[in-house]
């Protein structure tokens, strides 16, 4: 199953290109369970074979990230608290879930937003608690745009280095899949480490006020 999504996705940003890479961002960063982790590797790939721009891909990424986070902050603020407890949990998004983004968001306030764009888990639903705590939406949008582009790059440059010079890999979907999970240890224990350090870091500024 993950073999066909991972070509279809290659596919789509072959075929799309960075109207591709746009509307999968979006994707991303509202409820559909769609990881850049293998939207931008991808689109870097081609960006490798010519098809696109390196630059391009990560302004195509950053834009959809954004537009898909502006729209689950506008629906978060319109229908309310209630209703994304009540009902969420048939849209992917969990109470508790969505309890650590609320809580990530309000103890943090937009340092926290703009962290979580690096992070699992919180990344795809940190609008929906900063739409439903009413955080301004100019400092929202450019601290997520800020964190977005961020992470659009280093996925990308990331995708240019691994796979970028093996274009055979997307005949193999084993051996794509191999590389994938074997270059993106270190990758993911880095972002960790940082989420770590980043909780420590608040939790003693707190205890010191």
């Known amino acids: 199953m993950f073999h066909e999504l991972l070509q279809f996705w290659f596919g789509f940003v072959r075929d799309w290109e960075y109207l591709g890479v746009f509307?999968?961002?979006?994707?991303?960063?509202?409820?559909?369970?769609?990881?850049s982790e293998v939207v931008m590797p991808p689109a870097a790939y081609w960006a490798a074979q010519g098809r696109m721009t390196f630059w391009g891909v990560v302004l195509a990424g950053t834009a959809g990230s954004w537009f898909g986070s502006a729209v689950s902050y506008w629906l978060a603020l319109w229908i309310g608290r209630p209703f994304v407890m009540r009902y969420g949990k048939y849209l992917l998004m969990p109470a508790a879930?969505?309890?650590l983004a609320e809580r990530w968001a309000r103890e943090r306030g937009l340092m926290g937003v703009f962290v979580s764009r690096l992070l699992p888990v919180v990344r795809h639903l940190i609008s929906?608690?900063?739409?439903i705590l009413r955080m301004r939406f100019l400092p929202?949008?450019?601290v997520t745009t800020v964190g977005a582009g961020i992470w659009c790059f280093i996925l990308s440059w990331w995708g240019m280095q691994v796979l970028g010079?093996?274009?055979k890999l997307i005949e193999d979907?084993?051996?794509m899949v191999a590389v994938l999970k074997d270059k993106?240890?270190?990758?993911?224990g880095a972002i960790v480490a940082m989420a770590v350090l980043f909780f420590i870091a608040t939790r003693k500024?707190?205890?010191?006020?």
């Open 205 to 209: 500024k707190r205890s010191a006020a």
């Open 140 to 142: 929202f949008s450019i």
């Open 128 to 131: 929906i608690p900063a739409g």
């Open 173 to 175: 979907p084993e051996r």
């Open 97 to 99: 879930k969505v309890e």
């Open 23 to 35: 509307l999968l961002m979006a994707a991303e960063s509202s409820i559909l369970p769609v990881p």
């Open 184 to 188: 993106m240890l270190w990758f993911v």
């Open 165 to 167: 010079d093996e274009p």
